[in-house]
């Protein structure tokens, strides 16, 4: 039920806060049920230490399946949105093929924050996390508020980088 979705009682939710309390950086997809009757996140996706990420298309609009926030506690989720339509990868073969869905954007999240953690071994999951929201094109805009769909924002895979460099870690 919606009222699970507290960051609290789900024992996945649980399993991931306890994996970022041990230092591992947690990126999960928000879900792909944003046109079905029940169209919320799901769990381990309502975790506070945990990076949720929200799917767009090629024009920056946030894909329909993409599931939405917030948590039953109110916490903005998810965190951060990356593109979940056409998503390239290697087929095993000389070619490539293209996806659709939350777990593919949340694949090109999970690499940007290996490349924030090779570039800065100092960084906790919560530095990734909030860098990754501070980073996003929108938090450019002045007055942009974080929404129920795409949270903090797109990401910008350079910005994170480039900020996860110079972070001083918050322990």
């Known amino acids: 039920v919606y009222a699970d979705m507290d960051g609290d009682t789900a024992v996945t ?16 997809s928000a879900g792909n049920e944003g046109t079905n009757p029940w169209h919320y996140i799901d769990s381990p996706a309502d975790g506070d230490s945990v ?5 767009v298309d090629p024009n920056r609009t946030v894909a329909s399946f993409s599931s939405y926030g917030p948590t039953s506690d ?3 989720k998810p965190n951060v949105a990356a593109p979940g339509i056409g998503v390239r990868y290697a087929n095993g073969s000389s070619y490539t093929s293209a996806r659709v869905g939350t777990s593919w954007s949340s694949h090109l999240v999970a690499g940007i924050a290996t490349q ?11 530095d990734v996390l909030r860098i990754l929201e501070a980073t996003t ?6 007055g942009y508020e974080p929404d ?5 924002g797109i990401i910008d895979a350079e910005a994170a980088i480039a900020a996860a460099a110079i972070w001083v870690s918050s322990g």
């Not at 990076?51 to 799917?55: E, L, P, R």
């Open 137 to 142: 094109f929108e938090h450019r805009n002045p």
């Open 74 to 76: 109110g916490r903005v």
């Open 13 to 28: 939710t649980r399993a991931a806060d306890i994996a970022a309390a041990l230092g591992v950086t947690i990126v999960t």
């Open 51 to 55: 990076i949720t990420v929200g799917a």
């Open 148 to 152: 129920t769909r795409r949270g903090h």
């Open 116 to 126: 924030m953690l090779e570039t800065n071994p100092n960084l906790g999951p919560m």
